[in-house]
């Protein structure tokens, strides 16, 4: 019976360190290995379905690193789910909730594996289970983030060449805004007409410089700008938001559907950056689009700089999305400097392209966990 062989067995948790390929700095902290927590959930009738959880620089960008997704999950949420039907999404998610407040994180990689392995079981891709896709390939930006715009430029030349990528965004707040601002002047000059440029300024600035900098973003042609003030200042986005041409997107200060619907009804955003590590899962995910979408706020497939793993998860939900405006920003497995799938994610003429195949889509490489796991 199908209830008993969807038993969820037995649940690894294991830290991976990744190198990448070159510093990547962002406004309050700057990483030159990714660190993910894989999840292998193994259900009764023996299929196995995996997970990721990412971070940055460690418990920085959010408040979770990877030692204490491990622990929470090992202590609290693998308990919690053990003996429960794979299928149930929503039971698990309640009793992940009960088990253990926020650790967003956590519950995604968990939620995640759960699909996975039900899609294996069934032989069906996860956006099947999440309502089918309207896509099967999603415009992918590029994040330039080293801080100095002459090897930016040329980072971003290679990726125009190679039709990876023609979109980028921009990482600010590391620096001074003038010493951004010129950076900023250097790379829309030099990519003008042949790029379309966005900026993250990851929490960096106050209502008074976002006010002072977003004109000059403006007339440099930059499209979007994220989360220019902390997360906590909606009200002060808002304000920014009323003075400004540019569009703004919420990132850090959305993670919960409560939030979306404080963001909406503050009009303080244009955009909405998804996330799994954000929101709990995909399902959390949808919810939070869902808010989105009833107030006219537009979507953008968000990252934290996943592996194959975690970018395909995320794919199998945005594919599901019925208008996700403005792209993703999937390319942290190229950041990498090894992959931990089998057969890596395709990235072809601008685009990052759905896998296929049951489940989340791709299969993970077990000799590469094991060479990449913490010891
Ligand atoms: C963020 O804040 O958007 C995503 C891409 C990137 O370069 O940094 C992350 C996090
Ligand atoms: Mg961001």
Known sequence: DLGRDLAVASIRSTIVDVPTVRRHK???????????????????????????AATLGGPRWSEESVEAIKANIDAYLAP??????????EVAGARMDAAAKRNSAAKAALETAL????????????????????????????????????????????????RLHDRFKIKVGAQAPEKDLARLRRLTAALAGRATLI????????????????????????????????????????????????????DECVFTPHDMLAVAQAAAADVVSLKLVKHGGLLG???VAAVAEAAGVGLYGGCLLES????????????????????????????????????????????????QGPGIGVELDRDKLRRYARA
């Open 285 to 287: 995910l949808r919810k």
């Open 115 to 162: 699909l996975d392995a039900v899609g294996h079981a069934l032989g069906v891709p996860a956006a099947l289970l999440m309502g089918g896709i309207v896509r099967d390939r999603v415009p992918v930006f590029w994040t330039l983030a080293s801080g100095d715009p002459s090897q930016e430029i040329e980072e971003a030349e290679g990726k125009l060449a190679a």
């Open 199 to 250: 900026v993250d300024a990851n929490q960096a600035w106050d209502e008074t410089m976002a006010v002072r900098c977003l004109p000059v973003l403006a007339e440099l042609g930059v499209i979007l700008v994220e989360q220019p003030l902390p997360a906590w200042n909606v009200a002060g986005m808002a304000r920014v938001r009323g003075r400004s041409t540019v569009p703004l997107m919420a």
């Open 26 to 52: 962002l406004s309050s902290l700057s990483v030159t290995a990714q660190s993910y927590v894989v999840l292998e959930v193994r259900l009764a009738n023996g299929v196995v379905g995996v997970g990721e």
């Open 308 to 355: 194959s793993i975690g970018a395909a998860a995320h794919l199998q939900a945005f594919a599901t999305l019925r208008d996700l405006g403005w792209g993703c920003e999937h390319f942290g497995p190229q950041i990498l400097t090894d992959d931990l799938a089998v057969a890596p994610l395709r990235f072809e003429n601008f685009h990052v392209h759905l896998p």
């Open 80 to 89: 919690a789910l053990l003996g429960l039907r794979a299928d149930c999404l």
